[in-house]
């Protein structure tokens, strides 16, 4: 288990630091940073100050080099900072290193998406999914982030002739990677069998990024107490309903939120849950239209698909959060006919990237709810009839 986690008290001040590569926009290293705030703020933790290197690659030793470590050395002696947070990957070294040089715990991106995963783990199957993508992280980490970790198990004659502490450590963590996945397989099981037994019904599951409003969506839909909250990655656990609209039923499954940079391992141990999404006859990939980078964010859902072997599903694009769109875009001085305008464009331009597969609405203020239903109805029954051509759409 990873131990420099966030610490979960009244406040966790914490310096965010990136690195810019050469020829990008700085605009690119504020959205990124933007991002990383925010799953900070997620796990409790108040960011106090930004700093990012622009260089050709990160620096193998520092990752931002020593003139830039010292000069966030310096700020933490005069500040009261807890935590420092990198937006990428650090590898064992790395850590090492900067943590001498800055005197206080050091996480990257990953480890901290794995810090909200745990604190957000409910279920059985999402505990063990978290703690066996906590245990591939460390492991390459080991000897750089190394500080003796807690013995599980052991005993005479456990340990081998010669071998030294991070080497019975390695071992005892390969040996709980394997127990772990063996657990997973188990749920897997009884997951296929449980999906198995669902029988003919059409499968619609919701994909998007992170914190775009699929629950809240998934709540009006299907009725049903969803957990919704304004953070990342409020929902883990896969939830399927059973939906009947104007008498056809279909089964509609909330999955966890993609984001930016997920870590390989996590996608890895959360393959049994995203499988909800591969196995999936229809996609609805819920857009949060009022993000500033809301295209970047459906690249970032098209390319996790890909990885997944699911970008070939029917899809439908909900564009979600118009309301807030229209308060961030338009002027409150704007004619009404230029505004009706400027959507007609957006809604233009949209229908021809997606073949017409779209519709812009708000889930909290209930905007053309009405018409998404009978998007979905109609994609619905058009499957149904593809799936079992010879015989009539079945309605309860």
């Not at 480890?111 to 995963?117: A, K, Y």
């Not at 709980?176 to 657990?183: A, D, E, G, N, V």
């Amino acid at each position: 288990m990873i131990e420099k986690k966030i610490q979960h008290k009244e406040e966790t001040n914490v310096i965010l630091a990136g690195w810019l590569p050469q020829g990008q926009s700085e605009s690119v290293i504020k959205e990124y940073l933007d991002e990383l705030a925010f799953l900070a703020e997620t796990a409790g933790a108040k960011e106090v100050k930004r700093f990012y290197q622009r260089l050709p690659h990160p620096d193998s030793k520092t990752f931002l080099g020593s003139g830039k470590l010292e000069e966030i050395k310096n700020y933490i002696q005069s500040h009261q900072i807890d935590m420092v947070i990198f937006d990428d990957e650090l590898t064992g070294s790395q850590l090492l290193n900067i943590e001498k040089v800055l005197n206080r715990p050091v996480i990257d991106r990953s480890d901290l998406i794995l810090d909200i995963f745990a604190s957000r783990a409910k279920t059985a199957q999402a505990k063990v999914q978290v703690e066996l993508a906590q245990y591939q992280y460390i492991l390459p980490r080991l000897k750089g982030m190394w500080k003796h970790l807690e013995r599980q198990g052991g005993g005479i004659g456990s340990r081998g002739p010669g071998e030294t502490e991070i080497e019975t450590d390695r071992r005892i963590i390969k040996d709980k990677i394997s127990l772990l996945r063996k657990r997973l397989a188990a749920f897997d099981k009884q997951a296929f069998t449980q999906r198995k037994e669902r029988g003919e019904f059409i499968r619609v599951s919701f994909v998007g990024y992170t914190n775009v409003g699929k629950s809240t969506l998934m709540r009006f839909l299907s009725k049903t107490d969803s957990f919704v909250e304004n953070k990342l990655f409020a929902t883990l656990d896969t939830t399927t309903r059973k939906v009947v609209f104007d008498r056809t039923p279909f089964l509609l499954s909330d999955t966890v939120g993609f984001i930016r940079k997920l870590p390989h391992h996590l996608v890895e141990s959360f393959k049994s849950t995203l499988d909800e999404v591969r196995e999936a006859d229809i996609l609805l990939h819920v857009v949060d239209i009022s993000h500033p980078k809301y295209e970047e964010q459906i690249a970032v859902v098209k390319n996790t698909l890909h990885e997944l072997k699911a970008d070939d599903k029917p899809t439908l694009f909900i564009f979600n959060k118009m309301d807030l769109y229209e308060k961030e875009t338009y002027d409150e001085w704007l004619e009404p006919e230029v505004k009706i305008d400027l959507q007609k464009q957006l809604e233009k331009y949209w229908n021809n990237e997606t073949q017409n597969n779209c519709i812009f609405v708000s889930a909290t203020e209930k905007m053309n709810v009405d018409e998404l239903r009978i998007m979905i109805l109609d994609k619905v029954r058009e499957m149904y009839g593809i799936r079992y051509p010879y015989k009539d759409i079945f309605y309860e």
